[in-house]
Every structure is written in structure tokens, then in C-alpha cells.
């Protein structure tokens, strides 16, 4: 059901809610409207409930449970892919259903919501997903621009008819055809992880016709792929093809921050020579995963083929005996190891790093005790679009947890000199938080939560038990009036000492003498 609208409330982005409990339903709605997003709410019970809703309405974020009678969330987004829908995702599940959500992974997904929900985590996740819509609408606006950049009508069908015959067994050849392959033409395919073929089209193919000359046929298949079609006599020989490659590779990152890949072609004198090139040099485009910013030329004879190996489980295995040990700087080094192992020995498909890797540091995580943190690495890990932003991931997210490591020791020592502290100077009537924190030369404030943090009981509390404790002992083993032991464990007051050991024993410390209480 559809949230009303407020009058003259200017709806950007529809967002679909896909949970069988209608409890998490209303307060993720709740938390939307608290926070005054400007989104349109829509709910669903189900995958097949939400499925109408997507028939009917532009969803622009979708955000769904996993576990879902009749059609759960991973079948549903498969579903939503199947369509050509493509929302933002969101996964909004209990860290437990992890493993099972990461099927999603594949599908695009990379935004997570664990519950219970936190407020911070809740307002960090939107806001990012709204620059997300945002950017899309953006994108999709100036998409729909370019299409009608100024072309003429005769190169616009061309590019049709060539990807036509390119993605289609035809063997139809229109007229237009006829006359493109006259002197041989060499495929050249640009790809691009940006939004560089789509965002700056227009002045993007005037630099490539500049560097390829005005005869070349460039065809914009998508945001991230381009096909030229470049005169055989530009690239004669291997050198002066690497030289255009080259060029168009400086061109693209010097004025638009854009790295590519390019995969060069041969001569091609024919529709169908070119359809088979073009099969091929799509197979090495993976390959710009692990070296982004280069050339690969089909006549090379070394394409990209896909492999697996045993080696990189030894490493593995090397990393999770370093992450038993809290071996942070060998582990860094085995992790090294297997990033240069899979760039040295490239053949790898870029999915299959990604979850290897996924997969080693989330056990790594887990010996370490930082499983929580498991979710923004594998978010980063399936978003990279290189080698190197997995290695930085994974790299960053150790030191995080070597620095935390060496936190946590340093909050142990401190706890461990405060009780020490108050071991030896119980007696001292002055004995206070303060005092302590000066001792140490730390603030009142964080001792007392630091020393909450670690031992679950705040300060005050530690320091009445302990007393209390020496108390018992001198009343067990000596005749001294009750006075002189409050006195003697820190306590001027008599009947405030005699007071607080009663609610903390249960009986007057005379009765405690007496043997007649039972502890």
C-alpha cells in the first residue's frame, strides 16, 4: 500500500518494502518518515506480492527480507534482473542469514541493513543509497540527452545494423553494410568501469575521432563498452596500433579520470569475420580486473583463459594460521602473496578472486574476533572493479584490526593497573575514581567506561566489593570491633559501612561473624 502522499511533498524515488513481518515493515517506514526522506513508500509481504507492485510502479529502491513464504528475497530479485528492473537493493536480514544473503551478491547487491536496525547504520545506509538514486537519475537523464546528440540519421541505423548481426546469428547484410568493410576495418573495443561512454559522449567520441581519424565507425553498445571500427591502414602494424591504443588510454584519463581497457582486433574484411573477432575479444575483457589502463591484442595468441588453482588455497591456509596466531604483519605478507600470485598468473575470472578472497577474509574476521566488521569488506570486495581496490580492502581492513588489537591491549593494562591501584590503597580513606584517573593520567570519564567495558561493573561498585572483601577476611580471622574494620578497609562511618555490607552479604558483618549467615 502506498504511502500518501504530503501536499506539494515533491517525490524523488519510490521505495518498495518486501518483508512478511509487518512490524519490521512499519519501522523501517517509521525511520524513513523520522528522518524525512524524501521517498514514496510502498509495501509487500512477499516476493510475488512485490513482483505487481514492480509491474506497476517505477521502483527505484528496493529493500527486502531474505526468509519469505511463497517467494523469498533472493528468488525475487532473480526475478527482477529477469525483467530488466534495476533498483537499488537492499538486503535486510539478521547477520545469522549472511552466508544464505550472499547469493545476492552475485546479482548486483552490495547494500546491507542487519537486525536489529541501528539508528546510525540506518541513516549511513539511506543517505548513501539516495546519492546512489540520485546519481542514477542523473546519469539516466543525461543518457537520454546524448541519444539525441546530433548524428546523422545514416551512422545512427549503421551502429544498429552492425550490432544487430553482431548479437544475432542473421546472416542478412543490408545495403549499409555493403560498402563498411572496403580496405579491411580492425575492431577495436574500449571499456570503461565509468560512466565515460554515456556522461561525455558527445565531446568523447570528437577526441576519438581526432586520434582514429573521422572515417572510424565508433558505436556506443553501453555505459562501459564501445566498439570502433578503425581503418586498416591506421592500424597497419602492431606498432602503430599500440600507438593509437595508447593515445586513446591518455586521452581517456588525462581529461576525464577514466581508466580503460582495450582489446584490439584483426583486420576484419566482412560482417561475419568481424562477428567472430568480436565473440572472442569479448571473452579477454575480464581481464581488465587485474590490469586496467593497457592493451590486450588478439594476435597475441595469449588470451585470457580461465583457471583455478590449488596455490592459492596454500596461501590461504598461511593466512588463517596467521590470523590464529594474531600474526598481523605475516598475514599481511601471505595476503600479499596470493594478490601477486593472481596477477602473475592472470586467467583468473574476476567473480572467482572476489569470492575467494571474500571468503578468506571473512574467516580471517572471525578467528580474529571482528566478525561484525565482515559486512562493509565484502561490500567493498564484490563492488571492486580492479585487483587493487580488493587488495585495498582487505589490506585497510587488517590494519584496522591490528590497530584495535593493540586498543584493546592497551584498555587491558589500564583495567589491570586500576585493580592493582586499588588492591594496594583500599585503606585510603580519599580513594575515589578520580584519584585513580590522576594515577594514571587519564580522565575520570574514560575510566569509568573503559573500566565498565571490560569488566561489567562500573568502578564505584568494584572498589565497595573489594572492601567489603578485606572486611570478610578481618572478620573471620580477627577480634577487632566493627568500627576499626570499616576504618581499617577505608570507611570513616560506621553505620554507612555496616549498611552497605548488608546489602552487599546479605547480613551485619557481626551476624557474618557469628557464622550464622550462609554465603
Not at 163 to 172: G, N
Not at 187 to 197: A, C, N, Q, T
Not at 474 to 485: A, E, N
Request: charged residues 30%; contains cysteine; neutral net charge.
Amino acid at each position: 500500500m502506498a504511502e500518501k502522499k504530503k501536499a506539494g511533498a515533491k517525490v524523488k524515488n519510490k521505495i518498495l518494502l518486501v518483508d512478511d513481518e509487518k512490524n519490521e515493515r512499519k519501522g523501517i517506514e517509521k525511520l524513513i518518515q523520522k528522518n524525512g526522506y524524501p521517498l514514496e513508500i510502498f509495501q509487500a509481504e512477499n516476493g510475488i506480492e512485490a513482483l505487481k507492485i514492480f509491474k506497476n510502479r517505477k521502483i527505484d529502491i528496493l529493500l527486502t527480507d531474505i526468509k519469505m513464504p511463497f517467494m523469498d528475497g533472493i528468488k525475487l530479485m532473480k526475478e527482477i534482473h529477469k525483467e530488466g528492473w534495476s533498483p537499488v537493493c537492499i538486503i535486510y536480514s539478521a547477520y545469522g542469514e549472511f552466508e544464505y544473503a550472499q547469493n545476492a551478491i552475485v546479482l548486483g547487491v552490495i547494500q546491507y541493513l542487519l537486525k536489529p536496525v541501528r539508528l546510525n547504520e540506518f541513516k549511513s545506509l539511506f543517505e548513501k543509497v539516495l546519492v546512489i538514486c540520485r546519481t542514477k537519475k542523473e546519469q539516466e537523464e543525461q543518457n537520454q540527452a546524448f541519444k539525441m546528440q546530433l548524428e546523422t540519421v545514416e551512422n545512427i541505423q549503421l551502429g544498429r545494423e552492425i550490432l544487430r548481426v553482431l548479437d544475432t546469428k542473421d546472416e542478412t547484410i543490408s545495403e549499409l553494410l555493403e560498402n563498411v568493410f572496403i580496405g579491411g576495418k580492425v575492431p577495436v573495443i574500449l571499456s570503461s568501469y565509468s560512466y565515460l561512454f554515456t556522461k561525455y559522449w558527445k565531446n568523447y567520441r570528437k577526441e576519438i575521432k581526432q586520434i582514429v581519424s573521422d572515417e572510424a565507425i565508433i558505436i556506443n553498445r553501453d555505459d562501459t563498452q564501445t566498439l570502433i571500427l578503425v581503418s586498416a591502414e591506421v592500424m597497419a602494424t602492431q606498432s602503430k596500433a599500440k600507438k593509437v591504443c595508447e593515445d586513446i588510454i591518455k586521452m581517456s584519463k588525462n581529461k576525464y579520470s577514466s581508466e580503460l581497457f582495450i582489446v584490439a582486433g584483426n583486420v576484419c574484411n566482412d560482417i561475419k569475420e568481424l562477428r567472430n573477432q568480436y565473440n572472442q575479444m569479448k571473452d579477454q575483457l575480464d581481464y581488465q580486473f587485474f590490469v586496467s589502463g593497457s592493451t590486450y591484442f588478439l594476435s597475441d595468441q595469449t588470451g585470457f583463459v580461465r583457471r583455478e588453482s590449488d596455490m592459492l588455497s596454500i596461501y590461504f591456509k598461511k593466512i588463517l594460521t596467521c590470523a590464529k596466531l594474531h600474526d598481523f604483519e605475516e598475514m599481511k605478507q601471505e595476503y600479499e602473496k596470493a594478490f601477486s600470485y593472481v596477477e602473475n598468473n592472470v586467467g583468473f575470472s574476476s567473480i572467482y578472486v572476489k569470492y575467494n578472497f571474500s571468503e578468506v577474509i571473512k574467516e580471517t574476521c572471525e578467528l580474529l574476533g571482528h566478525g561484525k566488521r565482515i559486512m562493509q569488506v565484502m561490500e567493498d570486495i564484490y563492488g571492486a572493479n580492479s585487483i587493487d581496490q580488493v587488495r585495498n580492502a582487505v589490506h585497510s581492513l587488517i590494519d584496522k584490526i591490528a590497530v584495535l588489537e593493540i586498543q584493546d591491549k592497551d584498555e587491558n593494562r589500564i583495567v589491570q593497573l586500576t585493580r592493582q591501584y586499588i588492591q594496594e590503597n583500599y585503606r585510603e580513606i580519599t580513594l575515589s575514581v578520580s584519584v585513580i584517573a590522576d594515577e594514571l593520567n587519564i580522565s575520570a570519564a574514560y575510566l569509568s567506561t573503559l573500566f565498565k567495558k571490560e569488566t561489567g561493573q562500573t568502578l564505584i561498585k568494584y572498589i565497595s566489593w573489594y572492601r567489603i572483601e578485606k572486611a570478610k577476611e578481618l572478620l573471620k580471622t580477627t577480634t577487632m570491633k566493627v568500627g576499626d574494620i570499616a576504618e581499617k578497609v577505608g570507611y570513616v562511618n560506621a553505620s554507612y559501612f555496616i549498611s552497605l555490607f548488608r546489602n552487599n552479604v546479605g547480613c551485619s558483618p557481626a551476624k557474618y561473624r557469628e557464622n550464622e549467615y550462609e554465603e
